[in-house]
């Protein structure tokens, strides 16, 4: 089983527990370890696969709490930097029962990793990379990054996963330069997974051929867009097909999507084909009607590390 790298945000979500309340009203709060790509690698791990997590946090209780939970998670931390000066990046969520987010957003040290804080050594060792991007777009040090880690993956012939992850809350006026953004990582990437509802937004189109066509002439191999209970859109170099989903009874969708990619970069990583089976449509059908399974059952549950599904619970 190859090793998988994930690059990215590592944050706290502060979620109000009291129903239908605004975060001025919300007295009541739960602390979660979140973060898209320390999420992926929570599902990674809990398949029996192997991860390690490339991102900062502060040198704080919140900081010192996600690394313990991501180690409890079996997610190799040696590479989690601690920064001085800010703090842990945190997030507070409050649900209304029109099912608008009421939602702030305090960035810290998530936004301050630096190339130069990983050994190009270790960067070696790994076959397979995952950029889950909630955060990686954002002005800062930590898009630079994300740009340097893209540029020398493509380069050294890696497997290069990627989800744009577009959180409104955090672009508002900004969504054309996160469209930008998105677009200019393409060319790096041989997979990527985009919700339907990014999908359209990011292409300006609804049908999935067209966007399929338009990222696979970025020299992308595998388009994966996924649409909840409806299943997943495959597109393979061209060849396309809808994979079904499992019906299952949702309580929280949290995590739904990385716990999908998870389970596709578990399974490229138990391969012995490596890019080889991106190119296989038999096989990416596999993939990723095992994918959809496992983002579904992680619906099952309340919360996204904790949700996501052992091989024995598959």
Known sequence: MKPIFCVGEA??????????????????????????????????????????????????????????????????????????????????????????????????????????????????????????SATGLLNGTLRETYMELLRFAKQSGKVVSFDPNYRHLLW?????????????????????????EEATLIFGEKDFSQISEEIHGEGVKTVAITCGKEGTYLSVNGQEQKVESIAIKSVDSTGAGDAFIGAMLYKLAES???????????????YTSFSNKVGAITCTQYGAMEAMPSMDQL
């Open 172 to 196: 508002k006026d900004d969504t054309p330069l996160f469209i930008e953004r998105v677009k200019e990582c393409l060319k790096y990437i041989d997979f990527i997974k985009l919700s339907d």
């Open 11 to 132: 944050l706290i979500d502060f979620i109000c527990t009291d129903i239908d309340s605004s975060l001025i009203k919300g007295e009541t709060f739960i602390k979660k370890a979140g973060g898209a790509p320390a999420n992926v690698a929570a599902a990674i791990t809990k398949l029996g696969g192997k991860a390690s997590f490339f991102g900062k946090v502060g040198s704080d209780a919140f900081g010192s709490y996600l690394i313990k939970e991501m180690q409890d998670h079996g997610i190799d931390c040696r590479y989690v930097v601690k920064d001085e000066f800010l703090p842990t990046t945190l997030a507070f969520v409050s649900l209304k029962n029109n099912g608008e987010r009421d939602f702030e957003f305090f960035r810290g040290a998530d936004g301050a990793l630096k190339y130069e804080e990983i050994d190009p050594t270790v960067l070696r060792k790994y076959g397979l990379y995952h950029f889950g």
């Open 272 to 286: 012995t084909n490596g890019k080889a089976d991106l190119e296989d449509f038999e096989k990416m059908i596999e």
